[in-house]
């Protein structure tokens, strides 16, 4: 495999760093930021991304994009990623919302909801998962009757990120309930006006995930996506673009967790200590193979196939490093972060505590191990 950029590709990288590099000249640290003050600037963000044309990177021509590949919107997203950029508000309209619709949507879905997107206009977040689910997501119990011209669906979503902010919601209801879980499911584009969202507090005091409660929320007939019945094939669809998008996000997310914990060790004067360096060591191991499952992830994409099980190990990886960094940057701290004391104390405990999540969100540390117990090394259910 080789890991080095084409001529086109390396080009491409140039182009974006210069225009990220004037782009965020007046944008600050987001780390030394309190939320509210994250999602004004990620809010600026979006808007520079949709005036700059970086927007739809990977949209075809015909849909308003630039129409280049998938590696382009990773290279992109690296980029960014390596230089601190705010995530902007509208991710999941842009690499979610947006290319799903352009898969499975009519003409008029498209007409209606892509240039919104552009433009910035249309907020979207994304209604998968639900309380006492687990990562089972076609165990969803959120229920869509059919009315005339549409659906009334009730239920609830939790894990909402950014449904606060949001006006468009991808949802998935059941609309057949005697049919197999997986063909009863159909995928719902929901204006959340009628939505009743409450923010979750985490255990860092940010609010970024929400619930959602559905009291005969309509959604009309020409809102279907794919196809009454169909919402499981468009799910995995939606997966598809997530983990296309986010691939070589996750090793500079790693790489960068990384270097933070050896800046506080030289900081702290503990650089040379044994222990330390041992530790850092297999950090620095497990943070370039995130690099490379990344760019595998992304190799089997560009191929046109769909990444397997084997994700699963990658996003476990990628997890662990982070979370073993932030907390091996806490215990440096003098009193072992309890106190709190020094510059970027603060903050580094933030992100340490923010880590906790991660063996959570997007599918649970035990999901992740029987996934591969189960499709990789092909062991019997446990369950």
């Known amino acids: 495999m080789d890991f080095d950029d084409s001529d086109t590709d390396l080009a491409f990288r140039r182009e974006a760093g210069a225009w990220l590099d004037e782009a965020l000249r007046d944008v600050p640290d987001q780390e030394e930021l309190t939320q509210e003050q994250r999602e004004h600037w990620s809010r600026v963000w979006q808007d520079r991304l949709c005036a700059g044309d970086w927007a739809g990177l990977s949209w075809p021509a015909e849909h308003g994009g630039r129409g280049l590949d998938s590696l382009a919107q990773a290279i992109f997203n690296e980029e960014a990623a390596v230089r601190g950029a705010p995530y902007p508000l509208n991710g999941v309209g842009m690499m979610l919302a947006g290319p799903t619709i352009i898969a499975h949507g009519t003409r008029e879905q498209q007409a209606r909801h892509l240039p919104g997107i552009l433009r910035g206009d249309e907020y979207w977040c994304q209604g998968f998962s639900e309380p006492g689910s687990g990562s089972d997501l076609a165990s969803l119990r959120t229920a869509a009757t059919k009315v005339d011209g549409g659906w009334l669906v009730n239920g609830s979503k939790i894990w909402t990120s950014n449904a606060h902010n949001a006006s468009k919601c991808l949802l998935l209801a059941r609309t057949d309930a005697a049919a197999p879980k997986h063909q009863g499911i159909s995928y719902l584009l929901a204006p959340m006006d009628r939505f009743t ?187």
């Open 197 to 383: 969202v409450r923010s979750l507090v985490m255990i860092n005091g940010d609010t970024e995930f929400n619930e959602m409660f559905l009291d005969d929320v309509f959604v009309p007939d020409e809102d279907v996506l794919g196809g009454v019945g169909n919402g499981w094939k468009v799910a995995l669809t939606t997966l598809a673009f997530e983990r296309g998008s986010m691939a070589l996000n996750l090793w500079v997310w790693a790489r960068q967790a990384v270097d933070r914990v050896i800046d506080v060790a030289v900081e702290r004067g503990v650089a040379g200590d044994s222990a330390f360096l041992d530790a850092v060591g297999q950090l620095q191991c497990d943070a370039e193979a995130v690099r490379i499952g990344s760019m595998r992830m992304l190799g089997e994409t560009q191929a046109g196939g769909v990444p397997g099980p084997e994700t699963s190990a990658l996003k476990s990886l990628w997890a662990g490093v982070v979370q073993t960094a932030n907390r091996l940057a806490v215990q440096l701290d003098d009193g072992g972060g309890v106190l709190l004391d020094g510059a970027g104390a603060a903050a580094r405990m933030r992100r340490y505590l923010r880590a906790r999540a991660h063996t959570i969100e997007g599918g649970t540390e035990e999901v992740q191990k029987s996934i591969l117990a189960e499709r990789v090394l092909h062991l019997p259910r446990s369950r």
